[in-house]
Nanobody, 125 residues
Framework: QVELVESGGGLAQAGGSLSLSCAAS??????MGWFRQAPGKEREFVAA????????YYTDSVKGRFIISRDIDKNTVYLQMNSLKPEDTAVYYC????????????????????WGQGTQVTVSS
């Protein structure tokens, strides 16, 4: 069992920045990812990072604006969100994949085994 605890988020103006953190209760996580869900929409992939942190993967809409990173010693993954847009408004979820390879980066929700409780990010125009 892996527990994921998210923190950060909140309210920002368009063009501003926010940072999210996700602490995992175990070293057993391989790939870590961030997803988001806006009202009335399906949960969508945002970014993923390999266990080694050598490889990252982003959805096109956040490339060049968001940065995913992880601190292996702290079992924590981060999402730095810059140049925020109103369309970034959503509940953001941290996810952990413990079954696939440590460099297997997936955008598919079903490839992730554990999820955090979600944290709200609201961007005003």
């Amino acid at each position: 069992q892996v527990e994921l605890v998210e923190s950060g988020g909140g309210l920002a103006q368009a063009g501003g920045s926010l940072s999210l953190s996700c602490a995992a209760s175990t070293f057993s996580t391989n790939v870590m990812g961030w997803f988001r869900q806006a009202p009335g929409k399906e949960r969508e992939f945002v970014a993923a990072i390999s266990w080694s942190a050598r490889t990252t993967y982003y959805t096109d809409s956040v490339k060049g604006r968001f940065i995913i990173s992880r601190d292996i010693d702290k079992n924590t993954v981060y999402l730095q969100m810059n140049s925020l847009k109103p369309e970034d408004t959503a509940v953001y979820y941290c996810a952990a994949d413990i079954n696939h390879g440590s460099e297997y980066l997936s955008w598919k929700r079903n490839d992730y085994d554990y999820w955090g409780q979600g944290t709200q990010v609201t961007v005003s125009s």
